[in-house]
């Protein structure tokens, strides 16, 4: 609860008593002073993904290990080759370069009206109503989707509160009262607009390069509170959506 606050407020108690357990750890466990400039980060806690471990800074300082921050020139047969010409030679390169966060269901294919594709829709970045469902994709919903919640809350409860949201639109063609459903895209417009308004101002927009923004920096997340995600979940806003009414013989 404390995380979830401190995102969202970055500028909140909650944020500060998290920095200051980082900056404490972090001045009374590295020794040296060199490499501990080398490791002092240039943002802010939170804005990349915290790493949560006990010996981290301990086998930092393991006297095999080197901290090489400078920027690489080439790789070649026996090593690394650095810009500023300092050569470490290695047995073993590891990459370790992350993965595509932005992929979600992809390299899935899905068409949706007029043979729009989810590559398609999702070229600027990817998206989803209240993180579930898309204008011009009937009766296609998600779990974890795109604008889900990212590093903060249980994937399991959003999984699960999201899918109560989902049941209910479900339920809708369940009764037969629709053939589809589909949020209508003025309604996504609207609710992209305040999200990515709200999600440059959380601790992940507060500048650093991470994993959780997409392609044009903007943070790839639900930025409100977990109350505010609970109450969007328990019912969906109807008006919100385009309903379409069974054929009828």
């Not at 779990?143 to 399991?156: A, D, K, R, W, Y």
């Not at 959003?158 to 589809?180: K, N, P, T, V």
């Not at 101002?201 to 392609?215: M, V």
Request: glycine share 6%.
């Amino acid at each position: 609860k404390r995380f979830t606050d401190a995102i969202t407020d970055i500028d909140g108690p909650q944020m500060k008593a998290i920095e200051d357990i980082c900056r404490q750890h972090f001045e009374n466990s590295i020794r040296d002073p060199e490499l501990k400039e080398k490791l002092r980060p240039n943002y802010r806690a939170a804005c990349k993904r915290l790493i949560y471990s006990w010996c981290y800074y301990d086998e930092v300082q393991h006297p095999a290990v080197f901290v090489e921050t400078g920027r690489i020139a080439r790789v070649e047969p026996k090593g690394v080759r650095m810009e500023d010409g300092t050569f470490h030679e290695l047995d073993t390169l590891i990459l370790a370069t992350g993965f595509h966060a932005d992929k979600f269901i992809r390299p899935a294919g899905v068409t949706g009206e007029n043979g729009l594709t989810l590559d398609v829709f999702w070229q600027t970045r990817p998206t989803a109503h209240y993180a579930v469902s898309l204008p011009h994709f009937p009766n296609f919903f998600m779990l974890n989707g795109p604008t889900g919640p990212v590093g903060n809350f249980s994937l399991i409860d959003i999984a699960e509160r999201q899918w109560d949201y989902i049941d209910q639109l479900i339920d809708l063609m369940r009764r037969g009262e629709a053939a589809s459903v589909m949020p209508t895209v003025e309604a996504h417009a609207a609710y992209e607009e305040r999200r990515i308004a709200a999600a440059k101002t959380t601790i992940f927009g507060s500048g650093c390069t991470s994993w959780y923004l997409d392609a044009t920096g903007v943070p790839a997340s639900w930025p409100w509170s977990y109350d505010a995600f609970a109450d969007a979940m328990a019912k969906p806003v109807l008006s919100e959506y385009e309903i379409k009414a069974p054929v009828t013989a």
